[in-house]
C-alpha cells in the first residue's frame, strides 16, 4: 500500500500500468482518486484489507472496474 496514493499515479500511468488498484485506507478522498485514475485513462480497482468494512466502497461499486480481497 503507497500512501499517499495521489502522488503516484501519474508516474504508474505513465510507467504503461493499465488498472491502477488503491486501497481507501491510502487516500483522503475515495472519489477524488477514482476521478484522478479516470483522468488518466486507467481503470481502476479498490483493494481491501482482510479486516476492511466493505461499506467503505459500496457507493462505488458502479465506478470501478476491480475489488481486490486481500487474503493471507
Partial sequence: MISPVDNFIK?????????????????PNIQDTINLIKKNRKKVGISLKP??????IEKYIDQINLVLIMSV
Fill in 11 to 27: 508516474d504508474f500511468s505513465e510507467a504503461g500500468a493499465d488498472i491502477i488498484t488503491f486501497h481507501p485506507e491510502a487516500t
Fill in 51 to 56: 479486516k476492511s468494512e466493505v461499506r467503505l
